[in-house]
């Protein structure tokens, strides 16, 4: 794990600290929401080009993982996430469209890290990554315009252009990119895909600036956002690790392939959704907001949920 990946959090932290100072000036306030989804463009583009979609033929070799992953997280972690929703956040309805929009995409990157501490099946992890990718993609707008209606009705043209424009753009692109230098892939492995794997999370973090700058007095005065989305959160958290601890059980899954569905159906992909959110919304900065409180807690929790495998694997190598 590299310094960024280390202390994602707290660079999270500090771009939201100088968003909210840049805001309480007239200028930014008033031009940096121009800058939002440029940043999250490039940082998409970078997502996709980094994901290894060569590979997704090695996800179809283990079926049995496979369908569990996609059970668990297209179709149980929506049912799960609108139920804790309704149960904590249904006086609040913009904080529960963000907390499902946050939940029903798994993580494409930082659970493979996680994943690789608690000494998980990598090779498998990644090979369900692209079909995690491919599936949330394809699946959130239908997601939006299903649970959209909990906010306000949303225009299937406003959903269809911010897909269009913050997620097949930038997966066409990359996929172009890939295309073009095939013949060169020692320059694509070595020097390009690095350069942006290493710059999303500047490109997210300048996003975030750019949202909490022109936001700022209104994020300001509603930071009980965060409270409010803790008790939900945490128990998708819990319900989610206990379930993949059941599965891994009653499919009979070694301990490395049961830690690859924990992190799977546990780390999620806020980003993406985030990228949607901010075309489709942006008059209603509180969903974004759930969107970016999340990786603050969910960081902390795959720590915890790290640990907490690791002493399971103790306990099986004593028994």
């Known amino acids: 794990m590299n310094f960024i990946e280390k202390f994602q959090t707290f660079i999270i932290l500090i771009a939201v600290g100088i968003g909210l ?23 998409l583009y970078g997502l996709f080009l980094t994901i290894p979609l060569k590979g997704l033929k090695n996800a179809f070799k283990n079926i049995k993982f496979l369908s569990t992953d996609v059970i668990l ?9 609108w ?32 994943t690789s501490i608690a000494k998980g099946n990598i090779s498998l992890s990644t090979s369900v990554l692209p079909v995690n990718l491919i599936l949330q993609v394809i699946l959130l707008p239908i997601y939006l315009l299903i649970f959209s209606g909990t906010i306000e009705t949303v225009g299937v043209s406003t959903i269809l252009e911010s897909v269009v424009l913050v997620l097949l753009v ?6 172009l990119t890939r295309n073009f230098l095939k013949k060169r892939q020692e320059i694509l492995e070595k020097k390009i ?25 209104y994020l300001l005065s509603n930071l009980e956002v ?27 899954y070694n301990y490395e392939d049961t830690v690859s569905l924990s992190m799977a159906i546990i780390a999620r992909n806020s980003p993406i959704s985030l990228a949607i959110v ?12 759930a969107l970016i409180i999340g990786p603050l807690i969910e960081l902390p929790v795959l720590a915890l949920a790290t640990q907490g495998l690791l002493r399971i694997r103790g306990k099986n190598r004593e028994q």
């Open 170 to 175: 930038p997966f066409i692109l990359a996929s």
């Open 226 to 252: 965060i409270w409010l989305m803790l008790i939900p959160l945490s128990l998708f958290y819990m319900i989610n690790f206990i379930l993949a601890q059941t599965v891994g059980k009653v499919f009979k």
């Open 21 to 43: 100072l840049l805001g309480q000036f007239s200028f930014f306030e008033e031009h940096a929401d121009s800058f939002i989804i440029p940043f999250l463009l490039f940082m």
């Open 73 to 81: 997280n297209f179709l149980w972690t929506p049912l799960l996430a």
């Open 193 to 217: 895909i690095p350069l942006f794997a290493s710059s999303q999370m500047l490109f997210l973090c300048l996003a975030i600036v750019a949202m909490f700058a022109s936001q700022g007095s």
């Open 278 to 289: 901010l075309t489709a919304f942006p008059g209603q900065p509180l969903i974004a907001l």
């Open 83 to 114: 139920g804790l929703g309704a149960i904590f956040l249904s006086e609040h309805p913009a904080l529960w469209l963000g907390f499902i929009l946050l939940l029903v995409t798994p993580c494409t990157d930082w659970y493979l890290i996680f």
